[in-house]
């Protein structure tokens, strides 16, 4: 009993007492979370946000922002949105914007398509197998079986995708 209490004692003085998390939104609108400021991209440290609290002095914004009562470009506001340059409040779901997870669904459907557009070249060559060699026959059913595996996991990706976007807010449909 006495070596659980010790034990117990020894990892509460060792757990982290006043850690602070570190929170930034990047480039693509993904808010990024760390406890060590040195961790944050050097690129990003201005507009570094401390957990639970006011934006740090290092992301503290300008006076004539502040008299505004804006927040600075780029930083998250508490409702939710990013405000973009021109001073409008982007709403974020998920931590990212609208734009962003559009962006990323073209992306994840284009290469499903590229996909696809393999499968069939690879099925219509299998299928005319006339003056080819039994060899080359299994290579295109060895690449047609690696492509679709690769068809199915981009399929289960994407599908994973659209149910966090579903999760996050957005009204998103799937391709067909």
Do not use: C
């Amino acid at each position: 009993m006495r070596a659980v209490l010790g034990m117990a004692m020894v990892l509460a003085l060792a757990a982290p007492i006043g850690a602070e998390t570190y929170s930034w939104v990047d480039d693509t609108g993904t808010y990024n979370f760390t406890e060590e400021y040195s961790r944050v991209p050097k690129k990003y440290r201005k507009k570094v946000n401390r957990l639970g609290d006011q934006p740090s002095e290092l992301a503290a914004p300008s006076a004539a922002t502040e008299a505004a009562g804006k927040h600075a470009p780029g930083t998250a506001n508490s409702g939710g949105e990013q405000a973009a340059a021109g001073g409008a409040a982007v709403p974020l779901f998920g931590g990212r914007s609208e734009e962003v997870w559009r962006r990323e669904k073209g992306q994840r459907e284009a290469e499903l398509s590229r996909l696809e557009g393999v499968l069939d070249l690879l099925n219509k060559q299998a299928a005319t197998p006339r003056g080819m060699t039994r060899t080359r026959l299994d290579e295109l059913v060895k690449e047609y079986d690696e492509t679709r595996a690769t068809y199915t996991q981009k399929y289960e990706e994407y599908s994973q995708f659209l149910d966090s976007a579903r999760k996050a807010g957005l009204t998103v449909e799937m391709k067909k």
